[in-house]
């Protein structure tokens, strides 16, 4: 599996941010092939993903090479150690996807530097990262990197994408959106779909036991007070009126040939229990009827200029602006 390289690396039309090496596998084979299928290069940086983590992964082994290289992508690690490494001793559930560990912004700050490193060498149209979804520590580093190195740039596009299967919990895109205090336009305001605190505590727990990260019961129980927090921290959201980014939704759908692809990255990448992949298939198909679609369909959150941004892109040149 090959390390990043700076010195090495060409042009590419787009940039997949992967906090892990398989959440662009599950999240955006859709999209992948669809700008291959346009002639276009794709480049996947594993960034919380080193050699190491690639021979022993949770759960057995993992062809991460083999499945992106059938997507039609390049794919390279960027070396930062995951979180289960930055922190001394087991790290439960709970402390990955709620928790706010000391050294959070010393690691942001190494993710984004590399990122500005990477943007000018390969000089990409299109950049896709992480929403954040289901809250894991690396996401939110890679969701908060991409934003810092990436927003604003004139000719760019950034996209975040749902990260797959957390996305499938009912209710819990609209909570990472309300966290962070996303403005959506007034077409896009019931784009995401609510859930119920009883129903979004049911299943809240979903994506990490077919990931492999839950430790069992214990683990869950642990983890049911901060996700009751956060369900209640977003319920006042008001997706007109907030005060972050501004967002579109974008949803892309997938020819026939998209699901047998991502069937087989399950297959590959998820933990060795058929049954865990035969459950993500199931709740995908879900997920793409809440999406519209019978066949398989992607959401994407483009960012969109600030106020101020299309402000400064309308000012005479009079002014003195360079």
Request: glycine fraction near 10%; charged fraction near 25%.
């Amino acid at each position: 599996m090959p390390t990043l390289d700076l010195n090495r690396l060409g042009r590419y039309d787009s940039l997949y941010l992967s906090p892990h090496g398989d959440d662009v596998a599950f999240s955006c084979t859709g999209r992948i092939r669809a700008e291959k299928l346009r002639g276009q290069s794709v480049l996947v940086v594993g960034l919380f993903e080193s050699r190491a983590d690639e021979a022993a992964p949770p759960g057995g082994p993992r062809d991460l090479v083999g499945t992106l290289t059938r997507l039609g992508a390049d794919y390279v690690v960027a070396g930062l150690p995951p979180a289960r490494r930055r922190q001394p001793g087991a790290v439960a559930f709970d402390s990955l996807a709620f928790g706010h560990p000391p050294d959070h912004e010393t690691w942001l700050m190494r993710a984004v530097k590399l990122l500005a490193d990477i943007g000018p060498r390969i000089r990409p149209r299109h950049i896709y990262a992480p929403l954040g979804v289901g809250g894991h520590v690396d996401h939110r580093l890679t969701y908060e990197a991409a934003l810092r190195a990436f927003a604003g740039e004139p000719g760019r596009n950034l996209f975040f994408y749902e990260e797959r299967p957390e996305a499938f919990v009912p209710g819990a895109v609209r909570i990472r959106l309300g966290l962070l205090g996303v403005r959506l336009p007034p077409g896009a305001t019931e784009a995401a779909d609510r859930a119920g605190l009883a129903r979004y505590l049911m299943s809240f727990h979903v994506a990490a036991a077919l990931r492999g990260d839950l430790g069992g019961w214990s683990d869950r129980l642990r983890s049911t007070g901060p996700a009751a927090r956060e369900w209640r921290l977003a319920r006042g959201w008001n997706p007109q009126r907030s005060f972050g980014p501004k967002m579109q939704p974008v949803v892309q759908a997938s020819d026939p040939e998209t699901l047998p692809l991502l069937r087989a990255a399950v297959s590959a990448l998820l933990p060795a229990d058929r049954r865990a992949a035969e459950r993500f298939i199931r709740m995908a198909a879900a997920y793409d009827r809440r999406l519209g679609t019978r066949d398989h369909a992607e959401r994407y959150w483009l960012l969109l200029p600030s106020r101020e941004e299309t402000m400064e892109a309308h000012l005479p040149t009079a002014v003195g602006l360079e």
